[in-house]
């Protein structure tokens, strides 16, 4: 499920959290098959995190880590040995010994503190893997509610269209204008009726795209519910990088690296050969006496003193402190971008919704006036009605790509979207 993502910026404007913790059974049978209840993206995120199998699998390896770190933190088992000399009841001996590892150069504290990073590092990548579906969930949900707005428009365009066609061939009919201009009007009915269409199927694959995020192949709701006026919000670019310590990127870098760093120790640590302390009896039926045994076990690091897994595990340390600068250079000019286009955008939709838009509609609506009232040419309303389309398209891209870009900001900072633009 990594595609290219729409606004996680639509989170912007939610007002409840849009991390909802709840589980399926929260959402009743008759909420989620009502077709006359709209879909809010509280409930549409809800019911991704309830069924993501990503957010699933990441949880389960947080569970994995933090029974590695149990085990790491557990002492090595002794061992018993039974040993029986000769045949011969009468001669034999019968020795009975404890072997107790004992663990030198600080194995099992560095073993934990390594395991421990690697619990931090799994709860990161949870984190990492619930903002990705948030980023996707509000992708696919805003995806949903640019289509029905296109397909408003769509319907709109095909309206004016038949309501052109038929004051082209009333005036046809009565001789004042060119049947050109009827057939003209017909060609650009048909055009938008085709748009039409396409808008259709294109909000239809849409909202089957929203549903596969529950399961589902088909949304039941009748709509999504939302607000495209409700333009996303940020803070300057400044602030935004002061957060970029805390996004999960980052933060999973350094996790990697203090993992890494972790490991380094863990290796230092094997070059410390570990003793084995024997202690036992020792019964010799011959003499009928009863010895007590006590040794002690010490490996000699002639060959193997562990330096080669020492230098690599130093190599990917150093590997990963490269990997957490480049990752930090990559997201700063990526917050820089994305907070320049959200800029952009929003001074967009702004003179398209205080300047373009009424221009535009005020020059159609005089436009299709004069010419029912004879004063102006068919082509004078087609060349107004396509500048009031084209307007409004504009609008619809401008309010898309300002989304685009808050969603950029809010996965790569790791934000929490709530609902007031789904409202």
Known sequence: ??????PLGLAAALSSPFHVQAQPETFSSTSRHDPANA??????SALAEAYSPSVSAARREVEASEGERQQAGLLPNPELALLVEDERQAFRTTTAQLNIPLELGGKRAARVAEAERTTDLARAALAGAQADLRAELVAAFFRVLVGQERVTLAAGSADLAARGAEVTARKVTAGKI????ETRARVEQANATLELADAQAELQNARQALA???????LVYAQVRGDLDAWPVRPGVQQLLAELDASPTLMASRLELERRQAGVDVERSKQYPDLTLNVGTK???ETQLTQAIVGLTVPLPLFDRNQGRLQAASSRAAKAEDDLRAARTRLVNEVQQASSRLARARASAEMLKTAILPAARQAHDAATRGFEAGKFGFLDVLD???????ARVRYVDAVTSA???ATTLDRILGRQPNEQAAK
């Open 178 to 181: 060119s049947p050109v201009d």
């Open 384 to 390: 107004a009605q396509r500048s009031l389309l084209q």
């Open 39 to 44: 879909l809010s993206l509280a409930t549409a």
């Open 283 to 285: 019964r010799l039926n």
């Open 403 to 405: 989304y685009q870009a």
């Open 212 to 218: 596969s995020f529950w399961g589902s192949p088909e």
């Open 1 to 6: 499920m990594r595609r290219l993502l729409w």
